[in-house]
């Protein structure tokens, strides 16, 4: 279980380089089926969950012919991650078959498990084709400014609202890092009653390389980012308005196509249903040229502490 207080005090500024990001997403191997991480800085009070998933993917895709492309990942978040220890992942090489690769990856940290996921690996196959299309109404990311530039238009029209209010809803990163443009953009600094339907456009920097290791570890780190906040936007209670305690449970994810995070790609995503203190949300990744690549899903615990 991956735990995160909603507060509205702490200050989502991510504050590593291109560089750093790189070197951490990419774990060592330290033996054979076995790998270390250390957590990146992202003004979290734990590891974030995008983190863990990444360097679990990229910790398995490592241990399977380079032939056998990532195809699925279930995962479970079943302890907070502690910022100043490192992360243990070990890879269990459960079945390599004629066309199918299985792995299973834990992740420890002081010799208890605080993740664990399946993965399985499928070299390329011809077969039936078709999806569901980008919807038509998202405009592309030319035609929206950067999440930065575009704070600055909505304070015009509202002085309630500037960068630190960015700051205090969502994952901010170092646009040398990745670009983030975000059409809807409101509904995360005027929290209000919307339909539980949100997504952005990102771009992460050219030198991240050609590796298409990087590219999926990638996709997989950036897949957690506002999955479980949009199960938020139809309610009046908000961080705003209440203290909130939010843990993701469990994360999937659906690898369609090849990756190329380097380009723009659209993560649209939805929540089709909160019950029970529980949040299911679903996100769908598409390229620029309307290809969905990727799909991912999660339930979320999101308990209401108290009100302000």
């Known amino acids: 279980m991956r735990l ?17 990001f790189l070197s951490k997403m990419h774990v060592e191997e330290i033996d054979t089926y076995l790998f270390t991480g250390e957590a990146l800085r992202m003004g979290l009070p734990r590891v974030f969950g995008g983190q ?7 910790a398995a895709v490592r241990t399977v012919d380079p032939v056998r492309r990532p195809h699925s990942l279930h995962a479970y978040f079943l302890r907070p991650g502690d910022l100043n220890s490192q992360i243990i992942y070990e890879v269990d090489p459960i079945r390599d078959g004629k066309s199918f690769s299985t792995r299973r ?20 196959e011809n077969g039936v084709d078709h999806q569901i299309e980008l919807p038509t109404h998202i ?45 809807e953009l409101y509904k995360v600094v005027e929290p209000g009653e919307y339909d539980p339907e949100f997504g952005f456009w990102f771009k992460f920097s050219d030198d991240i390389g050609d590796d298409p290791i990087t590219h999926r570890t990638l996709l997989a780190f950036i897949s957690d980012k506002a999955l479980m906040s ?46 029970r203190a529980r949040d299911f949300g679903r996100g769908s990744f598409y390229s620029q040229n309307g290809e969905l690549i990727a799909s991912t899903a999660q339930e979320g615990l999101i308990r209401i502490v108290k009100n302000r």
């Open 4 to 20: 995160v207080i909603f507060n509205k005090k702490i200050e989502y500024i991510i504050m590593f380089t291109l560089k750093e």
């Open 105 to 124: 990856v834990v992740a420890k940290q002081k010799g208890k498990a605080i993740f664990n996921a399946s993965l399985s690996f499928q070299k390329i």
């Open 52 to 58: 863990v998933l990444g360097q679990a993917l990229n």
């Open 230 to 275: 949009v199960g938020l936007m139809p309610h009046t209670w908000n961080r705003d308005t209440h203290n909130l305690i939010g843990a993701s449970l469990d994360h999937a994810m659906w690898f369609h196509s090849e990756i190329r995070v380097n380009k723009w790609i659209y993560y649209h995503i939805d929540s089709p249903r909160a019950m």
């Open 139 to 183: 405009l592309g990311p030319d035609n929206i400014l950067p999440d930065i530039e575009h704070i600055k238009k909505l304070s015009k029209n509202n002085p309630k609202i500037n960068i630190e209010t960015l700051r205090q809803h969502s994952l901010i990163f170092d646009s040398k890092v990745v670009e983030i443009r975000t059409p």
